[in-house]
């Protein structure tokens, strides 16, 4: 009796120790968001105060509207936009289409097909990047948004291998059935799969957004005039010119932040599934 | 009948024809294309000339390309431990059954979701040796704060413990690892009066290590490509590609800059190919180690 009340007791001391392990372990992991936050707020003279304020004696919020009149932002926000909404339409249209073939359809070579896709997975992205360069080069497709979207019409290998499974979880007994009634198979694809399959197509999107929303190497390696730069390169130009200006830095590394946040929110359980199926794969 | 499989095959080959054509020109053709450029003298505008095994030659004798292997193993053995163990840490945390576990994984989750380079700003600040708060805290600690990324020996480490950081996908992974061990593993442990250690160095550790071994191989990949964090952050930012003193000059740095600063293409796409076969070769290695200590339960 004594014993068992001793074994709850020092269960909970555990529970208790485990939980302020975690929100300790969460403030270190948000003080980064923190500290930016604070930094944006401040004053050109308060960055350089030491010690620190951890809050600033007031909260300039104007610093926003300032960093954001020093620079074409809004020029860069567009072509944001634009190269990651064609990004986005292209890896919707291809990637499912493709996975339909590998996952419903039957040919010979099917399975050899879909090997070979897989193993583009595996080639490091830098190894094709002088290549990819010199062959846009020759369309004459440098310092335009064409190098940035139009490989994502051609589908995507992770994209592939993700919707492939979810096809595969559908019973082929639905496309026999629609083949008797006479449909074609374009029209079954669009009509039944696609539709069928949106839980996953919503996820490829959301991780196709991110990563194009983010990208860095592409827009750095294929844009030239500033221009044409993305929010990501317009913030690494900034960032040379105003190295000093912490609080206008801060400020806009977190507006450029904000989208891929609020995709994440939306999508999470999504991003989370789809991150563990390339866990387990 | 058969006509009806014909035509089905037909229209397979239609379906997956985009995907093929892709892995053509974007995957194959640039792939024999670097092969060939590799063994080629080419700055875009004179036409390519052959000049056989020079470009490789050359990089063998290469003090820089000697100080970016340099840079990039020192980075993968210092990163890649660090970097799976806090993932793993976290996801044991988290698998604790702990009430709001949902808040807690967004929270160490969120950093993954940031561009590249806002990390790399808002790190830069953070790292600053006068103003920033890392120097800040570790001086209240009675510590004297490095110059970090100033530093020739501690811009790596600051790169590291960055990445530990970021490590939202990596902690997702581990886990659902964790959530695929069947608990009687753990009840029949603790019966057996197994304590807490013991159950997590002869239970969990083993029966997670096909997961543990996937993180491993990925990682070291990823890390081997690490480009943003030295373009970006080396010597604050300021001091130039590799700066400060080439200790940032990975090599995807140093094939950025032949290529790409220099237009030396050739010699860029000779060092693609080594370090394409070197991240090959310690992927075999991985597969070759994992032999002692990745156990696959039989079922």
Known sequence: MRSQRLLRLRRKFWRTQLYVLLIVLS???????????????????????????????????????????????????RNSVIITTLSVLGTLLSSPFIAFGFAV????????????????????????????????????????????????????????????????GIPRSLFEAAKIDGAS???????????????????????QFMTVWSDFIGPLIFLQSPEHYTLVLGLNAFRGVYFTYWHYLCAMALVISIPPIIFFFIGQKRIIGGITISGLK | M????????????????????????????????????????????????????KNFLRL???????????????YVILSVPLSTAVALALALLLFQRVKGLAVFRTIFYIPSVLPSIVSAVLWIWLYNPQFGLINYVLKLLGIQGPRWLYDPHWVLPAFAIMGAWNVGPTMIIFLAGLENIPRVYWEAATVDGANAWHRFRYVTLPLLSPTTFFVVVTSTIG??????????????????????????????????QQGFRFFNMGYASAISWVVTTIIILLTLLNFALSRYWVHYSVE
């Open chain 1, 27 to 77: 403030a270190i992991y948000l003080v980064p968001f923190f500290w930016a936050f604070t930094t944006s707020l401040k004053d050109r003279g308060a960055i350089f105060e030491y010690p620190p304020r951890l809050f600033p004696r007031e909260f300039r919020f104007q610093n926003y509207l300032e960093a954001f009149s020093m620079y074409p932002w809004l020029t860069f926000f």
């Open chain 1, 105 to 168: 359809l039957r040919f010979p070579g099917r399975r050899a097909l879909f090997f070979l896709v897989l193993l583009t997975m595996m080639i490091p992205y830098y190894t094709t990047l002088i290549p990819r360069y010199m062959l846009f080069k020759q369309l004459g497709w440098i310092d335009t948004f064409y190098p940035l979207f139009v490989p994502d019409f051609f589908g995507n290998a992770f994209f592939i291998f993700l919707l492939r499974q979810y096809f595969m």
């Open chain 1, 185 to 207: 198979t374009l029209r079954i694809y669009w009509n039944i799969y696609f539709p069928l399959a949106r839980p996953a197509v919503i996820t490829v999107g959301i991780l």
């Open chain 2, 2 to 53: 058969n006509k009806l499989r014909r035509r089905e095959a037909l229209e397979g080959y239609l379906f997956i024809l985009p995907g093929l054509l892709g892995l053509l020109i974007f995957m194959v053709g640039p792939i024999i294309a670097t092969v060939a450029f590799s063994f080629a003298e080419y700055d875009l505008i004179q036409p390519p000339r052959f000049i056989g095994a």
């Open chain 2, 60 to 74: 063998f004798s290469d003090p820089l390309f000697a100080q970016s292997l340099k840079v990039t193993f020192t």
């Open chain 2, 223 to 256: 890390a081997i490509q690490t480009f943003v964090q030295p373009y970006v952050m080396g010597g604050g930012g300021v001091g130039g590609l590799g700066a400060p003193m080439n200790a940032t000059l990975f090599s995807v740095i140093y094939l950025y």
